[in-house]
């Protein structure tokens, strides 16, 4: 079982930067690769971007390239996801989970976390 909880949600205006971080626990860290989602009300969840167990390995979705970089400690059991020039529509619920080496596909991911809030003002 793995444990995953995410923090560093909040409001923040266009233009404007937040990281977020994913703690896991319960097996070790690095054998795990992971990935971003979120979900906007009435949409269904998507993916953000992707790391793979040593963090050699990164994808992000076309709507974040440039802008959001993904990255992992495994010393600290911490997955990362710093996100600079936020726009609107930037704004969801974002999850951590653990899953298959290079899939983006929500269904194909097994441990997720409960979420944090990103608001992004116009």
């Known amino acids: 079982q793995v444990q995953l909880v995410e923090s560093g949600g909040g409001l923040v205006q266009a233009g404007g930067s937040l990281s977020l971080s994913c703690a896991a626990s319960?097996?070790?860290?690095?054998?795990?690769?992971m990935a971003w989602f979120r979900q906007a009300p009435g949409k269904e969840r998507e993916f953000v971007a992707r790391i793979n167990w040593s963090g050699s390995s990164t994808t992000y979705a076309d709507s974040v390239k440039g802008r959001f970089t993904i990255s992992r400690d495994n010393a600290k059991n911490t997955m990362n996801l710093q996100m600079n020039s936020l726009k609107p529509e930037d704004t969801a619920v974002y999850y951590c989970?653990?899953?298959?080496?290079?899939?983006?596909?929500?269904?194909?991911?097994?441990?997720w976390g409960q979420g944090t809030q990103v608001t992004v003002s116009s």
């Open positions: 989970a653990v899953g298959p080496p290079f899939r983006r596909e929500a269904r194909m991911y097994y441990y």
């Open positions: 319960g097996r070790t860290f690095s054998d795990y690769h």
